[in-house]
């Protein structure tokens, strides 16, 4: 999206990291792609974020091993949900994915952890979206999975899609502020590195085989991508 002004629209795209994948994740395609500044963080690894200023166009947390509720444990987490609290604030567009999910509901009061049931999702499941949810996600998709906590919807936000498993998938507060509990972003590369992964879910609850993986994979990996690349030029659009 173009226009007289881009020049002077801020490209810096924070994206807060919790491992050491290869950044070849499809918002860093897309930034690259659409001549904004990935700026990579890695808290956990002792780089600090800094201050939120106006040169930021948008800022991703990503997923990963930390339990929203151990901040105590990683103290960077308090970091992170001092970031995720001045974008909120400041209407930066701000995406939380999985464990960056999990954050954004964490720093706005919901309820964050294991559901009852034991399940898990780890492979590519359809996504559905509510009343509320048809202006970002127009009809049902297979989307990547890979994870065993969830979050409930925090006060004030509006649910925006949900699972069979999981039924809060997806959450939008304000204009600027999303969070999803699946992996939109991950390629086939790197869906197969967590299929290597020695923490690959497979075996548990909910979980699908490796072959259902792969056939689902095949399926739906292109419009997943698709719909994802849209939604990122749709949010970050919103910079100002």
Request: aromatic fraction near 12%; charge should be negative; include cysteine.
């Amino acid at each position: 999206m173009t226009g007289e002004n881009d020049t002077d629209r801020p490209r810096r795209v924070v994206l807060v990291r919790h491992g050491d994948d290869p950044p070849d994740d499809r918002v860093s395609v897309f930034l690259h792609e659409n001549g904004y500044e990935p700026v990579w963080r890695r808290p956990f690894a002792g780089e600090p974020l800094g201050d939120l200023d106006e040169r930021v166009a948008g800022s991703v947390v990503y997923g990963g091993k930390y339990a929203v509720s151990e901040m105590a444990k990683h103290p960077f987490l308090l970091d992170e949900a001092r970031w995720i609290e001045a974008c909120m604030t400041k209407g930066v567009p701000l995406l939380g994915i999985c464990q960056g999910g999990q954050q954004i509901a964490h720093v706005m009061g919901a309820h964050v952890g294991p559901p009852a049931s034991g399940a898990h999702e780890f492979g590519y499941y359809q996504l559905t979206p509510t009343e509320a949810g048809r202006d970002m996600l127009p009809e049902p998709i297979h989307v990547a999975q890979a994870h065993f906590h969830t979050f409930d919807i925090p006060a004030g936000a509006v649910r925006l899609a949900g699972s069979d498993l999981f039924p809060n998938q997806a959450f939008q507060a304000g204009d600027t502020t999303f969070a999803f509990q699946f992996h939109p972003e991950i390629t086939i590369e790197g869906f197969r590195r967590w299929q290597d992964s020695p923490w690959a879910y497979f075996g548990k609850p909910g979980a699908q085989t490796r072959a259902e993986q792969d056939r689902l994979m095949a399926l739906h990996d292109a419009a997943q991508a698709a719909w994802f690349y849209g939604f990122l030029g749709r949010l970050f659009a919103q910079a100002s």
